[in-house]
């Protein structure tokens, strides 16, 4: 059974830095075919990708927010973190990390976390 | 930067058939998926590679794919099948795309 689970703060303060810990189980990131991607949703609005990462250890990010974004894993672990730099209020959401399965036409999500709600706020 | 456009809302009686729609340029060479995500709820995948359906779903959920334009649709619906339903796929770079939503009311 494949679960995950996001951690970090809940809140942070503009110009920080954020860090969130995705925690894993039920698959390896050695995995040939498997992966790890990050999502947010602001509240009431639309989900949007930020980062993935791949069981080789190729990253992709959304190019909107790569210069902002990090991601990295640790396969003994099973935990994949994301850093987001020079956080500001627009970044208010729920961030999920999920499973993806990547197949030749491209890759998908299939189990996801239950999400964390970061607030961004002086 | 690739989009995927969905209408922003749909809405039905019980027991009908609601058929949400999602375009996108690269449609025709990559697949199509659909998650349901019901308020407070990390979304979950109801359609992957088009028109396949994942263990648990209803088999009234299905999916096709023609051209730029993808199509979900719920052969009688039910009122426990409100909820946002987004459309994803990936562009000729490999980035992930979700659609903007279409809120589903059964009433």
């Known amino acids: 059974q494949i679960t995950l689970k996001e951690s970090g703060p809940t809140l942070v303060k503009p110009t920080q830095t954020l860090t969130l810990t995705c925690t894993f189980s039920?698959?390896?990131?050695?995995?040939?075919?498997?992966?790890v991607g990050w999502i947010r949703q602001p509240p009431g609005k639309a989900l949007e990708w930020l980062a993935l990462?791949?069981?080789?250890?190729?990253?992709r990010y959304s190019p909107s927010l790569k210069s902002r974004l990090t991601i990295t894993k640790d396969t003994s672990k099973n935990q994949v973190v994301l850093t987001m730099t020079n956080m500001d209020p627009v970044d208010t959401a729920t961030y999920y990390c999920?499973?993806?399965?990547?197949?030749?036409?491209?890759?998908?999500?299939?189990?996801w976390g239950q999400g964390t709600l970061v607030t961004v706020s002086s | 930067s690739y989009e995927l456009t969905q209408p922003p809302s749909v809405s039905v009686s019980p027991g009908q058939t609601a058929r949400i729609t999602c375009s996108g340029d690269?449609?025709?060479?990559?697949?199509a998926y659909w998650y349901q995500q019901k308020s407070g709820q990390a979304p979950v995948l109801v359609i992957y590679?088009?028109?396949k359906r994942p263990s648990g779903i209803p088999e009234r959920f299905s999916g096709s794919s023609s051209g730029t334009m993808a199509t979900l649709t719920i052969s009688g619906a039910q009122v426990e099948d409100e909820a946002d339903y987004y459309c994803?796929?990936?562009?000729?770079?490999?980035?992930?795309?979700f659609g903007g939503g279409t809120q589903l009311t059964v009433l």
């Open positions: 999920a499973h993806f399965l990547y197949s030749s036409k491209g890759y998908y999500f299939d189990y």
């Open positions: 039920g698959f390896s990131l050695s995995t040939s075919g498997v992966g």
């Open positions: 990462i791949y069981w080789d250890d190729d990253k």
């Open positions: 690269a449609l025709p060479k990559k697949y």
């Open positions: 590679e088009d028109s």
């Open positions: 994803y796929s990936t562009d000729s770079s490999g980035n992930a795309v």
